[in-house]
């Protein structure tokens, strides 16, 4: 039996990267998968090479995140599609560098909208799906930097340990409300996706390596396994839980 199986998948961000991982991974255990992207030549593309395994597993969605109106068309859409949305996997998010000093408000402001506010406002929007979709599953991609901090990351540091602390805020009220409705947070560390790129300058992964106990970067499908996890009944009595997917780098 597939993991997933009659599972239906939102996952925004899913043009590149770890969003496209899951997309690909949650369709090799049995979902369907709505991939949403701002880059919707990207979001196309995933949904091709789910399609081509899997056919009709996936769709493509124009979305960004940071958008209300796109939201509420984003998420009818995919639920007329896949005849429902059972999971939620926000994973659309950006980074900045920058400390308390050199950090601008407007990228303090844009992280905070991509990483934080479309949590909220997304999340807001899918419940009334997700409510008819139980057991449903909301996940939500933090990072060990919103656990731990770092003197250059002040915008991120703070995006995204707000979405760790919402995480458990809704998985709260989703319990006490009587739903069969989890929600947790993954905190991946550096894993060999676009994003961390610029840490990459000159082409070597030497500096962030080496901070990692076990000696290497996160490759997506270490993340993915633990969204499938997540996304399937395997983890229906974990909610309100942050996940540490890091080589041991938080301990
Ligand atoms: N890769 C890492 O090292 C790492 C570590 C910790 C956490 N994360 C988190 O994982 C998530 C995915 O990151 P990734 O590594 O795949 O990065 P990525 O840059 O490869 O992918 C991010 C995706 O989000 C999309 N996106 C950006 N802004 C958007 C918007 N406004 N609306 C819709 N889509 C938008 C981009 O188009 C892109 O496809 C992010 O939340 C990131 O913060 C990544």
């Given amino acids: 039996m597939a993991r997933v199986a009659g599972k239906k998948a939102f996952i925004t961000g899913g043009a590149q990267g770890l969003g496209a991982c899951f997309a690909r991974m949650l ?4 979902a369907k998968v709505a991939v949403s992207d701002v880059n919707i030549d990207g979001a196309r593309e ?9 056919a009709g597993a996936a769709i493509a969605i124009a979305h960004d995140v940071t958008e209300k ?11 007329d599609v896949m005849g429902g949305i059972s999971v939620l996997i926000n994973n659309a998010g950006i980074g900045s560098f920058g400390n308390i000093e050199t950090e601008s408000f ?20 899918a419940m009334p799906y997700l409510k008819e979709n139980q057991p449903a ?12 901090a770092d003197g250059n990351f002040i915008a991120y540091n703070a995006a995204k340990a707000a979405v760790w602390m919402m995480t ?13 409705i989890r929600c947790n947070s993954i905190h991946p560390v550096f894993t ?5 790129e610029p840490m990459l300058k000159d082409g070597s992964d030497h500096k962030l390596v080496r901070q990692i106990p076990l000696k290497r970067l996160g490759e997506p499908e270490d993340i993915g396994y633990c969204a499938l996890y997540l996304a399937s009944d395997e983890s229906r009595f974990v909610t309100a839980s942050e996940f540490k997917i890091d080589g041991g780098i938080t301990a």
């Fill in 137 to 148: 599953s909301i996940i939500n991609i933090s990072s060990v930097a919103g656990l731990v």
């Fill in 192 to 196: 060999r996706t676009p994003i961390i």
């Fill in 168 to 180: 458990k805020s809704i998985a709260l009220h989703c319990a006490r409300s009587g739903y069969d």
């Fill in 106 to 125: 407007e990228n303090w402001r844009r992280v905070n909208d991509v990483d934080v506010d479309s949590i909220f406002i997304g999340t807001q929007l």
């Fill in 69 to 79: 109106d796109d939201w509420e068309r984003a998420l009818a859409e995919a639920n």
């Fill in 46 to 54: 995933t949904a091709a090479a789910v399609n081509e395994k899997h």
């Fill in 27 to 30: 369709a090799d255990e049995g």
